[in-house]
Nanobody
């Protein structure tokens, strides 16, 4: 299993970034996917998740209405569109694959329910 995040960088407050996560080594369409983040000195914070068929999405209250998760199964890629960025969004962002496939219940907002990639850094600053 390999998860490779990209798209991080420096953005101004109010700006946008789109993160991508290219997945390989498993049947992508059979698994829920997720994003989490970790700010310096803090623990891993779940951000968003999407079901295996893309029909349902979930968001942390801190990003609801600003971030959008979506997936392209033809490209084995999951995305996180981040708009109206705030300095408190500064963190390393990680892409996650559910540990169990879609035949099992997944606790979508639980970080241990996923295996995570190496991450990409997002910095929001003027």
């Amino acid at each position: 299993v390999q998860l490779v995040e990209s798209g991080g960088g420096l953005a101004q407050p109010g700006g946008s970034l789109r993160l991508s996560c290219a997945a390989s080594g498993f049947t992508f369409s059979s698994y829920a996917m997720s994003w989490a983040r970790q700010a310096p000195g803090k623990g891993l914070e779940w951000v968003s998740a999407i079901t295996s068929d893309g029909s349902n999405t979930y968001y942390a209250d801190s990003v609801k209405g600003r971030f959008t998760i979506f997936r392209d199964d033809a490209k084995n890629t999951v995305y996180l569109q981040m708009n109206s960025l705030k300095p408190e969004d500064t963190a390393r962002y990680f892409c996650g694959k559910a540990r169990r496939d879609s035949t099992w219940y997944v606790e979508f907002s639980s970080t241990p329910a996923y295996s995570w990639g190496q991450g990409t850094q997002v910095t929001v600053s003027s």
